[in-house]
């Protein structure tokens, strides 16, 4: 059965920082581009980065970028997005995602382009 349990989220004070966790299992990790996607109430799922299979790749969402990290340890197959300097914007429901991929260099923007979901965890930032 595959599985992508997130983690991490909470609330947090506007500048504060975040590190989310996804533990996947149930599929070759290695063998997929990991993402991040989040959603906020009334809105669109908005894509915010991604990380390619072996980790030496990455790419992210003007709105986060030089703010948000995406790493990964595939002998942990867990990805992580730490967030720093957080705004209100940024309030949402936070899911990963997996993608199966032979190009680490291509990423998916899109949430239908995507073969698993995690649950999310929602991530508040409030003063």
């Known amino acids: 059965e595959v599985q992508l349990q997130a983690s991490g989220g909470g609330l947090v004070q506007p500048g504060g920082s975040l590190t989310l966790s996804c533990a996947a299992s149930?599929?070759?990790?290695?063998?997929?581009?990991m993402s991040w996607f989040r959603q906020a109430p009334g809105k669109k799922p908005e894509w915010v980065s991604s990380?390619?299979?072996?980790?030496?790749?990455?790419a992210s969402a003007d709105s986060v970028k030089g703010r948000f990290t995406t790493s990964r340890d595939n002998t942990k197959s867990t990805v992580y997005l730490r967030m720093n300097s957080l705004k209100p914007e940024d309030t949402a429901l936070y899911y990963c995602?997996?993608?199966?991929?032979?190009?680490?260099?291509?990423?998916?923007?899109?949430?239908?382009?995507?073969?698993?979901w995690g649950q999310g965890t929602l991530v508040t930032v409030s003063s």
């Open positions: 995602a997996a993608r199966e991929t032979s190009d680490s260099r291509r990423f998916y923007l899109k949430p239908q382009e995507y073969d698993y």
């Open positions: 149930g599929f070759v990790f290695s063998d997929y581009t």
């Open positions: 990380i390619g299979r072996a980790g030496g790749t990455a």
